[in-house]
């Protein structure tokens, strides 16, 4: 079975290897003619101002945070569902119970208007 | 362990990849072609027969373009993007079957890169990383279209992941297994899809919104960032962001085809081992094309409801659907009547409705309000 993640890894290697050889080869064949107008940040024609990275809503960073949450969530399902033929209806019942205790949660969420993009 | 491993893995690793690069140029080509029909237009027809070797002529073009820096970029980031994305959208084909396994010089070779026992989780775990490069492109390139577009991207992809991985739930509880060998040969005589087409839509819908295809290609609306978080790449750079979403489009296809529609299975495939990668060929060729439909057909939808989409209708609805999956097989097994095995597509399809009922019903009062 490690085998198999080797090959993975040799996956990886050519993977990368071929992106690099990408770059690599446009920055070779390309004409390389620098000058201010090029690199300033676009802007659609307009001067720019100001920094490109500033500051984000704080919605972005709700979500991310909420995705933490109901992704793992995702992952505890996964070795519940190789298992739950054997579980039977207990499993199933404990899993209901675990998704609910979830959904309170997911339900605060929404009503706090975590979930709104006006 | 001798070296004869290692120049399998080398080649198959390298013809996995050179077959999904040839697949992401005549992908380009496809979709131009497909698209211009739909909009009653002949498309490229130019260069070589048919135009067919027009994907050659713009990675010629693409490799003679200068490749610019803007001057207040995070050099070592902005070079690293790419790359980072390109790879996941490479490696995430190297747990998928596109056949059985053949003999070559006494040595039976399979045709898939990787068998391992959490392909799944695999799969998952990859798709995950791709949101990196293209918050990382946004952000090193400072500038405030990509920065907006790069945010915009990570928080649409980790949104649509949740229902993803639910999708991705319900095939495992129906196939008992995470190994994608187990899941395809589970098919054997329904295919998933019929058993739970509305997992199926769910993982098509949410993959639509993983590769920011039309109707939620949010990130790059041209109208308002110009293009998302590649505004400032050019040339070969530029091309790897275009390659890992378009390899990322053939890969999605081929996955949704292994997990719910039999993945290489078909008439006569465990006769001839060349018949599984046609199979798979002709599926994934099928499933691009409704891609390409959709974006043919559908607009782009406004930014918050496609959030509220993910959020308040795809989550519930996967976990409903994961549920009845569970509760079905389960009430067959205990009670052993297939009857309540064979109820499951239908008692989906009944909570799609209703959530579909209460979109619309949602919609209608809006509409009221607004008046």
């Known amino acids: 079975m490690l085998l198999e993640y080797i090959a993975i890894a040799v ?38 101002y100001g920094e490109g990275t500033r500051r984000m809503p704080v919605r972005f960073y709700l979500v ?16 519940w569902a190789i298992v739950f033929r054997q579980l039977g209806i207990f499993g199933l019942i404990e899993m209901i119970i675990f998704i609910v205790i ?15 993009w006006e | 362990m001798d070296w004869t491993f290692w120049l399998e893995w080398v080649l198959k690793g390298f013809v996995l990849c050179l077959v999904l690069l040839t697949g992401f140029a005549y992908l380009t080509y496809y979709e131009r072609r497909a698209l211009a029909r739909m909009q009653n237009r002949i498309g490229p027809n130019r260069a070589g027969p048919q135009g067919l070797l027009q994907p050659i ?24 993007a790419p790359i980072v994305t390109v790879v996941p959208s490479l490696i995430i084909a190297a747990v998928i079957p596109w056949g059985t396994s053949f003999q070559l010089f006494g040595r039976t070779i399979t045709l898939y890169v990787a068998d391992i026992n959490v392909g799944v989780l695999y799969l998952m775990s990859i798709a995950s990383i791709a949101v990196y490069g293209i918050v990382l492109a946004g952000w090193s390139s400072n500038n405030k279209y990509a920065m907006l577009g790069g945010m915009r991207s990570s928080a649409q992809m980790i949104s649509y992941e949740l229902a993803l991985g639910l999708s991705f739930v319900t095939a495992i509880l129906l196939a008992n297994s995470m190994r994608m060998i187990d899941i395809v040969n589970a098919q054997s005589s329904w295919w998933f899809v019929v058993i739970q087409p509305v997992g199926a839509l769910i993982f098509w819908i949410a993959t639509l919104a993983e590769v920011n295809r039309a109707p939620f290609d949010m990130p790059e609306a041209e109208q308002e960032l110009t293009a998302g978080y590649h505004a400032e790449y050019s040339g070969m750079k530029f091309a790897l962001f275009f390659m890992a ?19 290489y299975l078909g008439p006569f495939v465990d006769k001839f081992w060349f ?14 094309f409704f891609m390409i439909w959709v974006r ?9 409801r496609l959030m509220s989409f993910g959020w308040k209708v795809l989550v519930p609805l996967a976990l409903a659907v994961v549920f009845i999956t569970a509760t079905g097989i389960l009430l067959a097994q205990e009670l052993n009547n297939q009857l309540y095995f064979w109820a499951i597509p239908f008692v989906s399809i009944v909570a799609a409705g209703i959530a579909v009922m209460m979109i619309y019903r949602e919609l209608r009062r809006k509409a009221y309000e607004r008046a």
């Open chain 1, 11 to 48: 996956m990886i290697a050519v993977a990368t290897l071929i992106a690099f050889i990408a770059i690599g080869l446009g920055e070779l064949l390309g004409p390389k003619k620098k000058s201010e107008a090029k690199s300033m940040p676009y802007e659609s024609g307009m001067n720019p």
């Open chain 1, 64 to 79: 991310a945070v909420l995705f933490i949450l109901f992704d793992i969530e995702v992952v505890f399902f996964l070795p």
């Open chain 1, 102 to 116: 979830l959904l309170v949660g997911y339900v605060y969420a929404w009503k706090k208007g975590a979930l709104e």
């Open chain 2, 57 to 80: 002529a713009d990675a010629v073009k693409l490799f003679f373009k200068e490749e610019l820096t803007p001057a207040r970029a995070y050099k070592i980031v902005f070079f690293l």
């Open chain 2, 245 to 263: 979403e378009y390899q990322k489009m053939i890969v999605i296809c081929a996955i949704l085809a292994t997990l719910f529609f039999g993945g």
């Open chain 2, 275 to 288: 018949l599984g990668p046609v199979y798979m060929f002709a599926k994934v060729f099928i499933l691009l």
């Open chain 2, 296 to 304: 043919a057909t559908w607009p782009r939808i406004r930014y918050d």
